[in-house]
């Protein structure tokens, strides 16, 4: 999965979990927590002695790696939630140029995602199943869509 992210060209640093004592050669940086897994940020945060600007949550994929946040050193982390962004955007900006900002940025970034997805289509049960089996077994490429047809 971070040979695709790094193929982004977004991100200054990609890392995959083990190896986040990489990050100590980060100046500063934001940590978006996607997994939920306490000792994970809590490694981050000890590698980024001072470093941490801002930490978003953002899931709880690892809900089941359990562990606490509240000892993290500040900035504590901050749910972030898409919606709420939204409405707060809206009462500084307007309907119109939330809409507005919505459309151009949706415009660059299907420009983006055209050149890192491939799409695959397929028809009928048959197609879905195979697609199915193929993700449970975790060998779907990351950089693959899929769009079944019934």
Not at 20 to 42: K, P, R, T, W, Y
Not at 50 to 60: E, F, N, S
Request: one cysteine or more; proline letters at 4%; glycine letters at 10%.
């Amino acid at each position: 999965m971070s040979a695709l992210s790094k193929k982004t060209g977004l991100y200054d640093a990609v890392l995959a979990y083990d190896a986040i004592n990489g990050l100590g050669s980060l100046a500063e940086a934001v940590l978006i927590d996607f997994a939920g897994n306490a000792a994970l940020l809590q490694a981050a945060y000890a590698a980024l002695p001072d470093r941490v600007a801002q930490c978003l949550r953002v899931g709880v994929t690892h809900h089941d790696a359990g562990g606490e946040t509240a000892l993290l050193p500040d900035p504590k982390p901050v749910w972030f939630f898409a919606p709420n962004a939204a409405t707060a955007l809206i009462g500084e900006i307007g309907q119109e140029g939330f809409n507005a900002a919505v459309a151009a940025q949706w415009t660059g970034f299907v420009a983006v995602a055209a050149g890192l997805i491939h799409v695959e289509h397929g028809q009928g049960i048959e197609a879905l199943q195979r697609i199915w089996r193929t993700q449970v077994a975790g060998q779907a490429a990351p950089d693959t869509g899929f769009v079944v047809r019934l």
